[in-house]
């Protein structure tokens, strides 16, 4: 049959399907986004929970070693999965399923993967907007993975690669006017004018939600990971925040 022969009868059956109100097949590139064991559950195993599980582990999430080991979905993955609805605004119950599968394998595919510009110093800081997450790059190797938030919509954080060019301890700011008490942000490390990366007492406080974020700078959550951060990065380290 030829090439155009072959095109047509496909036209062909797929419009009598539609006529007969069946569903066609999907096609195999279709059918590998999705695992056809999905929804995983607690107490399931095997290679799609082992897959899930690397991701979540890329993504900074705490997972059992015995469960990892067992590709097993035991509780530390559970709570893994909730955590990461929550902060995708997925409905939080803590199943593996298609939606939540996708935006996993959205983030957090690229296991191991850094760009260029996070390995080509001895210290980066390597912010990954699209993952929500500040890694420390130390000679090639990820030493911390912490989440953050971004400006609003409006005063959105910069994309691109700049310098930390001041450190502050103790860093306040007059962002709510000159008649209101300073809002503090401390283990700031400015990077871009008035944009640093800080600790953030009410991202701490309320963690995600929609329409939650900053002024523009990169907001910490994370008090401890913050300052022992702040105390790894010297005046000139690169920041390099991008689009995963």
Request: charged share 25%; net charge positive; aromatic share 12%.
């Amino acid at each position: 049959m030829s090439r155009a022969r072959k095109s047509g009868a496909t036209i062909i059956a797929v419009f009598t399907a539609v006529l007969m109100g069946l569903t066609l097949a999907p096609t195999a590139s279709a059918a590998k986004d999705i695992p056809q064991d999905i929804p995983l559950v607690m107490g399931d195993k095997g290679d799609s929970v082992a897959k899930a599980q690397r991701r979540l582990e890329w993504l900074g999430y705490d997972l059992r070693e015995k469960e990892m080991d067992k590709e097993y979905f035991g509780r530390s993955t559970r709570k893994a999965v909730k955590q990461f609805q929550q902060k995708f605004f997925i409905p939080v119950n803590g199943k593996l399923n298609k939606d939540t599968w996708r935006m996993l394998e959205k983030v957090g595919g690229g296991v191991g993967k850094l760009p260029k510009s996070c390995l080509n110093e001895t210290k980066v800081v390597c912010v990954d907007k699209t993952a929500k997450l500040l890694r420390y790059v130390h000679k090639g190797k990820v030493k911390l993975t912490v989440d953050v938030r971004f400006g609003v919509p409006g005063l959105d954080t910069p994309t691109g690669s700049y310098r930390v060019w001041f450190r502050w301890r103790d860093a306040t700011s007059g962002i709510n006017g000159p008649d209101q008490p300073r809002a503090p942000m401390p283990y700031a490390l400015f990077f871009n004018g008035d944009i640093a990366v800080h600790y953030s007492p009410p991202f701490a406080a309320s963690g995600y939600y929609p329409g939650g974020g900053s002024h523009g700078c990169v907001n910490v959550a994370d008090l401890q990971a913050v300052s022992w951060l702040f105390d790894q990065i010297p005046v000139g380290t690169r920041v390099y925040v991008y689009w995963g």
